[in-house]
């Protein structure tokens, strides 16, 4: 294990104020959100739209890597250039999705396990050599009261997967970002996701140091604690900001390389603000950078204006670099909700 240049990836990637762009998405999940907007299901779209996110000009200034498909890291752009290769000429370090999607767990029904370890350590030195510099594997928990779930045979199971993620990606020479994702779905109140999390975030880094797993060559990759979606009570911006460094500071070892917070679901304003307000209201208590690695949260203006038409491709991308350049003010606490108006 090359623990300098583990370090060194995993800095970089929290570095100065930026974040990660995650455009990772599954073939059917990609397909699902153009069928919503009335663009073909095409390989060749999925080429063009991805095309359109990695040549924006400036994206580079708030993105310091982005998160790739399979089909995306063996694709090249239209000017015949393999994508990895052209983040990597813009200073954004290219990354690989490597899981292999949710399966139900055995004897635990409503809960889900990822699979993905059989065949990895191969996958991840072929992607090595495709360029990719780190991955993602994605864990899945979910708050059901009714079912008393999370179980902790979900939760250990999961975390045990990460861990040995983790190591075949530092052992081949590959930050691992380490998702445990606690979903935002259902009715449950903050103070129970920011409990689940909790327990969530232990029982990770007990498999991450058992599994040998070099701390400051990883990213965490976690949930914001938020109410379910169906909760009749809300929380606030700062609320949720003070929940989730709470819960953060107490499980979160300080030596980990750096902290970059999924949307999950959340809306753009509502992602950029709250990561505002942890910046804002606890900067000095932070131990490890806390960046952003988003999805539809940075891409869906950009998706919209686009809609898979040549002609839109320059609007879409000034919005995609605007949304990405509106978290990066978040990270510096200079986010304000009033840059979401047009003027």
Request: glycine share 6%; net charge negative; aromatic share 4%.
């Amino acid at each position: 294990m090359d623990e300098a240049t583990l370090k060194a990836t995993a800095a970089a990637m929290t570095a100065d104020a930026k974040g990660l762009l995650a455009m990772d998405e599954s073939n059917p999940t990609a397909d699902k959100r153009f069928a919503a907007l009335g663009i073909p299901q095409t390989p060749e779209m999925r080429r063009a739209y991805r095309d359109m996110i990695v040549t924006a000009p400036g994206l580079s200034e708030s993105i310091s890597g982005a998160i790739l498909h399979d089909e995306t890291i063996r694709s090249t752009t239209f000017t015949d250039e393999p994508f990895a290769q052209a983040l990597e000429k813009v200073g954004i370090i290219p990354g690989i999705k490597v899981d292999g999607g949710t399966r139900p767990l055995a004897l635990h029904e409503g809960e889900v396990v990822t699979e993905g370890l059989d065949g990895l350590r191969d996958r991840l030195a072929e992607y090595s050599t495709l360029g990719a510099r780190f991955a993602k594997w994605r864990a899945v928990i979910t708050i059901d009261e009714a079912s008393n779930a999370p179980s902790r045979g979900c939760i250990e199971a999961n975390a045990h997967a990460l861990a040995r993620y983790a190591a075949l990606c530092q052992e081949a020479g590959i930050v691992p970002i380490v998702e445990p994702e606690v979903l935002m779905d259902g009715n449950h109140a903050l103070a129970l996701c920011a409990e689940v999390t909790e327990r969530a975030l232990h029982a990770v880094f007990d498999a991450l140091r058992t599994q040998r797993v070099l701390l400051e060559g990883m990213v965490l990759k976690p949930n914001m604690v938020v109410p379910g979606l169906k909760c009749a009570t809300q929380a606030s911006v700062d609320e949720v900001a003070d929940a989730t460094i709470a819960v953060f500071r107490r499980a979160v070892p300080a030596a980990v390389g750096g902290v970059a917070f999924l949307s999950g679901g959340q809306s753009a304003a509502d992602a950029s603000a709250r990561l505002n307000a942890m910046h804002l209201r606890h900067a000095r208590e932070l131990p490890w950078p806390l960046a952003f690695s988003f999805a539809r949260a940075i891409q869906d203006p950009a998706m919209k204006a686009w809609a898979g038409k040549k002609e839109n491709v320059v609007a879409a991308q000034k919005a995609l670099v605007e949304r990405a350049r509106l978290n990066r003010l978040a990270r510096r606490g200079e986010y304000t909700v009033a840059m979401e108006t047009p003027h």
